[in-house]
């Protein structure tokens, strides 16, 4: 099997491909044959070692689906090899540790995922969501298995993970220099960094991940745990350097309970200047981080700033509203971000969020996204996971008599317990890399459960025929390489398409719009569907029917999206009916009220329908300061037809007159109703008193 890789590094960014013939590196046939343990042991260290160059800049996620498809062939590589040996008789088809609460939790929270299917606008997203949770359970699955019957070792494990994040280290460092000799600010930009991942913040949480393998080189030879006493303390500064809160809140976590179990097995310590290094390096980084903090708070406004904090309050408060209107069923795995505009864009104060230019993916808690796609059944499975690893483990602590086991488990348990932190305010649970890591440590915790606890003989009898074992293996695997396959293909176009729409090559959009769609796609990363594109191309070239039908398509898949709303009315206005567009833009209006866009084109319909006076009240909402063209365009007119109404109703002939006087003029008709906007008065009023001093209206 040959898989192509070339790694190339710009300024911004970095493109990869890999090749590397597994067949170069050792003899897979002699290796089955033989049965040796290393096998497995080879391609996890593989498997680890090039998992951070995983990355596509052909698609607008360039590590998301690319890690799934790996991460797919690696468990069919593995779970093939397993397969194999076990059709030899070589390996036993023991899997007992299924009946294990925590494999039972991990079915009943796929189940949730399929439950909430009925309830998924967007189906697509759900399917995928599915075919990439059932192929990360099944990683888990296979390791567990492989560290029960000890085809798999810890120690190899810890080395792949240490090299692992020695190149995320390195090429975190790569780019930091590369900032630092760049024009602009060095903490300014810190948001760049972020390896080969999507963001800064996954950089660091990925890194938090790799923390208690680190550590665990205790275990290891003194040229490991050399590299390890050179890598914490450079992990440590990069925590600070990128600023994600969530991860600093997950170190101070980690170390509590570090320490915690260092004064309670300090006569356990296997090698104590190891942990004495540990100690005194973190203890000497703190020190200079307080240090560094308290000189440079102006630098350092990504740690600082409290605005995330109420963004994220404000998707919280969304979020729970969502939770409770669907609490048994939730909304459908990968819908949050589908209903999310639903319940108000108005409580956030970034415009262009209310303008729908920026748009959420998550609710920056996975506890709060599980509950809210998955309803009631989801969230308590998935927190019952993590009860039940925390049992395992605290029952591992009190029974493990030898000292590196004992450190094994209180690095794990700090990891978990800072994953929790991390997962209530970001979104590990959607990445894979993270998801592999994190299930990495349960399978450990797991095997070691299980070899310890279960002494119920009748537990070790085969509980899986061979052949319905293999069904449970092969359709998984199918499942998430055609969904993840489909995915890419989407991912690819969307990218085209985007070039396109920038470019405004409406026949091209047209074209890459149309490859884009397929069974497992339906819709952008940043939740507009690709109807909408279509829609978009149509409308800009004179085509307002296919435009309408294409709008009416994204309306199906996304009915909160403002930009869908707001376009679909457009074409019920230019097709001349009123009454849909005027329900249609009242509902993106309800959504974010000020959507200027919207509320401009609704107060274009009511002058159409030549009800003026609801164009004014429509119109007269909207900021004085708009840079928005047709505010200037559309205002005076409005005004204009307005005052037409207000003479045909005033009696008074001698305001008429002088009301009539003003409406040549745009200019001075515009400044006063500037002016009444600024002084907060009606314009009626204030023309009034403006026009007739002697008026005792004010």
């Known amino acids: 099997m040959t898989i192509l890789v070339l790694l190339t590094y710009s300024k911004n960014e970095i493109f990869s491909h890999y090749a590397i013939n597994l067949d170069v590196i050792y003899d897979m046939k002699a290796e089955i044959s033989n049965n040796r343990p290393k096998t497995f042991n080879i391609l996890y260290f593989w498997f680890f070692l090039l998992l951070p160059f995983i ?65 998924s606008i967007v189906i697509s997203e759900s ?61 300014g930009n810190i948001q760049v960094i972020i390896a080969t991942f999507a963001n800064k913040n996954l950089l660091s949480s990925i890194l938090f991940l790799t923390l208690p393998f680190v550590l665990n ?66 203890f000497l980084i703190m020190i200079f981080a307080g240090i560094f903090v308290l000189q440079n708070k102006q630098h350092l406004s990504h740690l600082t700033s409290t605005h995330t904090a109420f963004t994220r309050l404000s998707l919280w408060d969304n979020s729970v509203q969502m939770a409770e209107e669907n609490l048994i069923l939730g909304v459908g795995a990968g819908n949050w971000q589908v209903h999310f505009p639903k319940y108000g864009l108005d ?59 004992k450190w094994l488990f209180t690095f794990l348990l700090a990891a978990i317990a800072g994953y929790l932190i991390i997962a209530l305010v970001d979104f590990p649970f959607e990445r894979v890399e993270h998801q592999v890591l994190l299930l990495l440590m349960i399978s450990i915790i797991t095997a070691n459960y299980y070899k310890n606890f279960i002494a119920d003989k009748t537990l070790n009898k085969p ?46 959009m047209l074209r890459e719009a149309d490859k884009t769609i397929n069974s497992c796609y339906v819709m952008d990363p940043m939740a507009a569907p690709i109807e909408w594109y279509k829609g978009v191309a149509f409308f800009s070239l004179g ?9 009416e398509k994204a309306y199906s898949i996304h009915p909160y999206n403002i930009h869908v709303l707001n376009n679909l009315a457009s074409c019920y206005e230019n097709l001349g009916e ?56 559309f205002l005076p007119v409005i005004l204009n037809s307005w005052l037409d109404v207000l003479i ?22 515009v400044e006063l109703y500037f002016e009444s906007k600024i002084k907060n008065i009606s314009f009626e009023v204030f023309i009034k008193k403006s026009l007739i001093p002697d008026t005792n209206e004010l």
């Open 55 to 119: 990355y596509s800049s052909d698609i607008i996620d360039p590590v998301l689906v690319p890690r799934q498809i790996y991460l797919t062939v690696f468990v069919f590589l593995v779970g093939s090899i397993i397969g194999y040996l076990i059709y030899l008789k070589k390996m036993p088809a023991k899997f007992s540790f299924l009946k294990l609460t925590l494999p039972l939790l991990l079915f009943i929270f796929i189940l949730s995922v399929v439950i909430s299917f009925s309830q």
């Open 127 to 187: 399917i995928y969501v599915l075919s990439k949770l059932m192929i990360e359970v099944l990683f888990f699955l296979i390791t567990t298995y492989l560290l029960i019957q000890n085809k798999l070792d810890i120690k190899h494990i810890t080395k792949s993970i240490i090299l692992f994040s020695v190149i995320v280290v390195v090429i975190t460092i790569y780019q930091l220099f590369a900032l630092f000799l760049s024009e602009g600010t060095f903490f």
């Open 217 to 282: 080189s205790i275990v290891l030879s003194k040229l490991w745990q050399k590299v390890s006493i050179v890598l914490f303390p450079l992990m440590l500064i990069l925590f600070l350097i990128i600023q994600t809160k969530a991860v600093i809140a997950a170190l101070f976590v980690f170390f509590i309970l570090f320490f915690i179990f260092f004064f309670k097995y300090r006569k356990d310590i296997i090698v104590k200047y190891f942990i004495k290094a540990i100690i005194g390096e973190t």
């Open 347 to 405: 409580k956030f104060d970034v415009k262009n969020v209310k303008d729908g230019l920026t748009t959420y993916q998550r609710p920056h808690n996975d506890f709060l996204r599980v509950y809210c796609e998955q309803g009631i059944i989801g969230i308590l499975s998935y927190v019952s996971i993590f009860i039940i690893v925390l049992f395992y483990l605290s029952k591992l602590l009190r029974k493990s008599k030898k000292g590196e086991d």
């Open 463 to 508: 509980i899986v025929k061979l052949p319905f074992l293999t069904i449970l293996f092969v359709l998984p695997v199918m499942f998430s390489f055609i969904i993840s396959v489909n995915r890419y293909s989407g991912e690819y176009h969307t990218q085209k398409l985007y070039k396109a729409h920038h470019k405004a090559n409406w026949n091209l």
């Open 543 to 551: 085509n307002i029917d296919e435009a309408k039908i294409s709008f």
């Open 578 to 633: 009123y009454q849909k567009a005027e329900e249609t833009y009242l509902k993106a209006l309800s959504i974010s009220s000020e959507f200027v866009e919207a509320r401009l084109n609704l107060s274009a319909v009511y002058y159409n329908m030549k009800e003026y006076e609801k164009a004014f009240e429509t119109i007269d909402k909207c900021d004085i300061n708009s840079v928005d063209p047709k505010y200037q365009i």
């Open 648 to 669: 045909s109703k005033e009696k008074d002939m001698n305001i008429v007159e002088k009301i009539s006087d003003i409406k040549n003029s745009d200019d001075k008709l």
